[in-house]
Nanobody, 131 residues
Framework: EVQLVESGGVLVQAGGSLRLSCAAS????????IGWFRQAPGKEREGVSCISSSDGSTYYADSVKGRFTISSDNAKNTVYLQMNSLKPEDTAVYYC????????????????????????WGKGTLVTVSS
């Protein structure tokens, strides 16, 4: 069964950095798009970043652009989210998700329909940014 497991979420002070990892089992990232989503307390889930493993293209939400970087190691079936200059508003449970790249990239990247192109979801890892 395909599984995605996030790790790396911890408590960090504002201005600090973290790197989240998303590891896949029984699955390869080739030809898939991998997205990072987050849900803050009392807020709706939002797309943060995504990468198309087929061509390596990356996308970022305006709120994190310039601070976060997504990358992948396809040989290890792992995607990373490097988060720098963290802000309290970045506090959320972060989820990774995977979908077929051709379908995921057919919609507006990180738009409202993007999450519905994801077929597999991890259980999330909590990132807490203190002020």
């Amino acid at each position: 069964e395909v599984q995605l497991v996030e790790s790396g979420g911890v408590l960090v002070q504002a201005g600090g950095s973290l790197r989240l990892s998303c590891a896949a089992s029984e699955f390869t990232f080739d030809d898939y798009a991998i997205g990072w989503f987050r849900q803050a307390p009392g807020k709706e889930r939002e797309g943060v970043s995504c990468i198309s493993s087929s061509d390596g293209s990356t996308y970022y939400a305006d709120s994190v652009k310039g601070r976060f970087t997504i990358s992948s190691d396809n040989a290890k079936n792992t995607v990373y989210l490097q988060m720098n200059s963290l802000k309290p508003e970045d506090t959320a449970v972060y989820y990774c998700a995977a979908g077929i790249a051709a379908q995921a990239m057919a919609v507006s990247p990180l738009g409202g329909d993007f999450e519905y192109t994801m077929d597999y979801w991890g259980k999330g890892t909590l990132v807490t940014v203190s002020s």
